[in-house]
Structure formats: structure tokens, C-alpha cells
């Protein structure tokens, strides 16, 4: 869905080095979702916000950090915490209410140097 | 929490064949159940979806049946073509909050 913008496409990160990885939104959501792609376990939850200056941990958040100062923005940062960073990071948006899909952006490839 | 569960973890089929893939899952409460599809590299997209006091649902060549009193719901795929091949993920969704839990995926590879 071209209303969820994920950046970098590819990023790097250095031993001990927090990361930020961006998610912008223009499709009026009010929760957006972060998950981590790992070959063979589908899609895990890391962190979700339902409303603005709201967010609550899924089911791997260790190692992770995010914010939500703005409806349209949710990134995510991993920081040196997070022992196996290596993975596909996959942000999505919905609709406030229940029995509503979510839309994915483009995801992000952090690896480590 | 929800737990869901899909089968196969890989599936290939003879072009024009169907493909079936399956997903169980545990809470009763669980009212919404979307499908997606990826390829390679790329974002989930979603294909269909499927609402709880619904029991069949189709789109084209895509039809999802939903078991409510066995937990249990399926993805079919009739006439498949080489461009079905991809990682299906079915997912569930409580009554309350909208919070997805998803299945492991299915590789679905279609032999031309």
C-alpha cells in the first residue's frame, strides 16, 4: 500500500549502535504495529500503538524502543540490547476498531557488520 | 492469549490444480480472520478476509471457509497459476483491540 512509507529499505548495524528504523503513514490510522520477519516464524509483534502518545509491548519488545508523538510516525529503535537485530522489519497500519485489516509498508532489512 | 497454528508449512501444486491451506486457532473469542499473501522480499498483502457470523467467503479464484464451532478456518485456491506462488499467512483477531496473531506461513509453489 503506497499510504505506508518505510525507510531505510537496507540498514547496517555496528556492534553496540542503536538503530532507528522509520514508519510514516498518510492513510488516517490511528494504530500502527511493528513485527520482525525471521525465516520460518511468520510475523512477530514488537511493539503497538492504538492512539497517539500510546504504545504497548507484543510479544518480543526486549531490545526495542518506540514512540508515537505523532499519528503519522512510528519508529522503532533497536538498540544494542537486542542481541540478534538480524531480521526483516515489517511496519503496519489500521483502523482504530476490531475486525479491521492491516496495511503493511515495505519493510526494512537491518543486518549486522 | 491467541495461538494460531497453519498447515502446511509448504505446499507445491501442478498449475491448475487447488492448493488448501489450514489454520486452527484457540481463543473463542477470535472474530476476524484476514489472509495474506507475500512474495519474495516484499510486503504481506491482503488477499481475503473473513468475519466471524460469516461461514464462506469468495473472491474470484480464492474462497476462505470458517469453522466457528471447531475453531478452525482455510484458505482455498482453485485454477492456481505460477503467480499464486508465495508465503500465505493466515491470522486471527480478538472481539476487543486489534491486535493480529499470526500463523508461521505457508510457501505455496505452483509447478507450471
Known amino acids: 500500500d503506497g499510504g505506508i512509507t518505510q525507510s531505510p529499505k537496507y540498514l547496517f548495524r555496528k556492534e553496540g549502535q542503536n538503530v532507528t528504523l522509520s514508519c510514516e503513514q498518510n492513510?488516517?490510522?490511528?494504530?500502527m504495529y511493528w513485527y520482525r520477519q525471521d525465516p520460518g516464524q511468520g510475523l512477530r509483534l514488537i511493539y503497538y500503538?492504538?492512539?497517539?502518545?500510546?504504545?504497548q509491548k507484543g510479544d518480543i519488545a526486549e531490545g526495542y524502543s518506540v514512540s508515537r508523538e505523532k499519528k503519522e510516525s512510528f519508529p522503532l529503535t533497536v538498540t544494542s540490547a537486542q542481541k540478534n537485530p538480524t531480521a526483516f522489519y515489517l511496519c503496519?497500519?489500521?483502523?482504530?476498531?476490531?475486525?479491521?485489516?492491516?496495511?503493511f509498508g515495505d519493510g526494512t532489512r537491518l543486518s549486522i557488520l | 492469549g491467541e495461538n494460531v497454528e497453519q498447515h502446511p508449512s509448504t505446499l507445491s501444486v501442478q498449475e491448475g490444480d487447488s492448493a488448501v491451506i489450514k489454520c486452527t486457532y484457540s481463543?473463542?473469542?477470535?472474530?476476524?480472520f484476514p489472509w495474506y499473501k507475500q512474495e519474495l522480499g516484499k510486503r504481506p498483502q491482503l488477499i481475503i478476509d473473513?468475519?466471524?457470523?460469516?461461514g464462506e467467503k469468495k473472491d474470484q479464484r480464492i474462497a476462505v471457509t470458517l469453522n466457528k464451532t471447531a475453531k478452525h478456518f482455510s484458505l482455498h485456491i482453485t485454477e492456481t497459476q505460477p503467480e499464486d506462488s508465495a508465503v500465505y499467512f493466515c491470522?486471527?483477531?480478538?472481539?476487543?483491540?486489534?491486535?493480529?496473531?499470526f500463523g508461521t506461513g505457508t510457501s505455496l509453489t505452483v509447478i507450471p
Open positions: 503496519a497500519s489500521s483502523g482504530r476498531y476490531s475486525n479491521q485489516p492491516q496495511h
Open positions: 492513510l488516517n490510522h490511528d494504530a
Open positions: 500503538s492504538q492512539i497517539v502518545n500510546d504504545f
Open positions: 481463543d473463542s473469542a477470535s472474530n476476524y
Open positions: 473473513i468475519r466471524s457470523n460469516v
Open positions: 491470522a486471527a483477531s480478538p472481539q476487543t483491540g486489534n491486535q493480529f496473531y
